[in-house]
């Protein structure tokens, strides 16, 4: 079967559903992260784990297109992308099982904020990401100024990580029991997350 050798307006536009799916994902999993495990319905979360774990599973179908990328350049590029979007893909796992094991237990008001906070930039981050790939048939500029400001973002990110670290320190007396710890890994993998679509948006803006 002769491959369609997609060219890069063809590789933006599939990582535009791609793009579209992480939107849902993050409002569904940012209505969770603000939301005290011991304050929340544990109906509400299953239901919401669900709902994630469908989709996550729906964006397995959308790497179908690497079957059509060039064997040149531009496709190792569109490779690079993939690994990066499919690293974003098994961070957001990740953060649902965290979540899952956390559930119900005590929790600081502070990783609340912390979790509302750096949720809101990746959701941001995301957002920047979309719209960058949905304006580029008519503003080919647009991934170039989208890719610097999920950068921009992606310091923010970790920047407010640092500054989260401390406090966390501060109001648990350094004690890293478990709740501390799941939450510095959600925390964490959040990072990843605005690191990872970084990493996506430069190798897309390198075609």
């Not at 063809?10 to 992480?22: N, Q, R, S």
């Not at 319905?41 to 790497?63: H, N, S």
């Not at 099982?97 to 502070?110: C, G, K, M, N, R």
Request: charged content about 30%; hydrophobic content about 40%; glycine content about 4%.
């Amino acid at each position: 079967m002769e491959k369609n050798n997609l060219d890069k307006k063809g590789i933006v536009k599939a990582f535009t559903k791609h793009a579209e799916l992480l939107k849902e994902i993050t409002t569904v999993l940012h209505t969770q992260l603000c939301i005290s495990p011991e304050g929340g319905e544990v109906e509400e979360w299953q239901e919401r784990k669900k709902e994630l774990i469908k989709m996550l599973r729906k964006m397995m179908g959308l790497y179908g297109f690497a079957a059509d990328l060039p064997a040149n350049e531009v496709g190792l590029d569109a490779h690079v992308s993939i690994s990066s979007m499919s690293n974003i893909q098994c961070s957001f796992q990740r953060i649902v099982i965290l979540i899952d094991s956390v559930y119900e237990q005590p929790f600081e008001e502070l990783y609340m904020d912390s979790l509302s906070a750096i949720s809101d930039k990746v959701g941001e981050a995301i957002d920047v990401f979309h719209r960058m790939l949905v304006d580029y048939p008519e503003n080919p500029s647009s991934i170039e100024e989208g890719t610097e400001q999920i950068a921009k973002i992606e310091r923010a990110v970790d920047e407010e990580n640092i500054i989260i670290s401390r406090q966390i320190s501060v109001v648990t007396n350094g004690d890293a029991g478990f709740v501390c710890y799941i939450m510095r890994k959600v925390v964490r993998e959040l990072e990843h997350i605005t690191d990872y679509l970084k990493a996506c948006a430069e190798s897309i803006n390198e075609m």
